[in-house]
Nanobody
């Protein structure tokens, strides 16, 4: 069982920045960030293959968000810059047990086995 605890959410004006953290009891080969806005399906934001330097991002956040991993601390990060109102959502950290993980996994939240409780990000105009 992998335990994930997110932190760092909050309220910010459009154009601002936030950094989310996810403390993991252990890291897995593939970890990611997802988000879910009210009335919408959960969507992938970014994925990182923790053993290397491969990262994948959803188109709406490319160039603005950066996912990273501190393996020594088992902590996953999501640096969010140039935030937009449409980035408002609950953000979840997730861990994938297996090794079949890549860009397509952004669209398959069911591939991920462990989830945090989420942290709210609210961006105002």
């Amino acid at each position: 069982q992998v335990h994930l605890v997110e932190s760092g959410g909050g309220s910010v004006q459009a154009g601002g920045s936030l950094r989310l953290s996810c403390a993991a009891s252990e890291s897995t080969f593939c970890m990611g960030w997802f988000r879910q806005a009210p009335g919408q399906e959960r969507e992938g934001v970014g994925i990182i293959l923790t053993g290397g330097v491969r990262t994948y991002y959803a188109d709406p956040v490319k160039g603005r968000f950066t996912i990273s991993m501190d393996n020594a601390k088992n902590t996953l990060y999501l640096q969010m810059n140039s935030l937009k109102v449409e980035d408002t959502a609950m953000y979840y950290c997730a861990a994938h047990r297996g090794y079949s993980c890549g860009a397509p996994s952004l669209a398959r939240s069911s591939d991920f086995d462990y989830w945090g409780q989420g942290t709210q990000v609210t961006v105002s105009a």
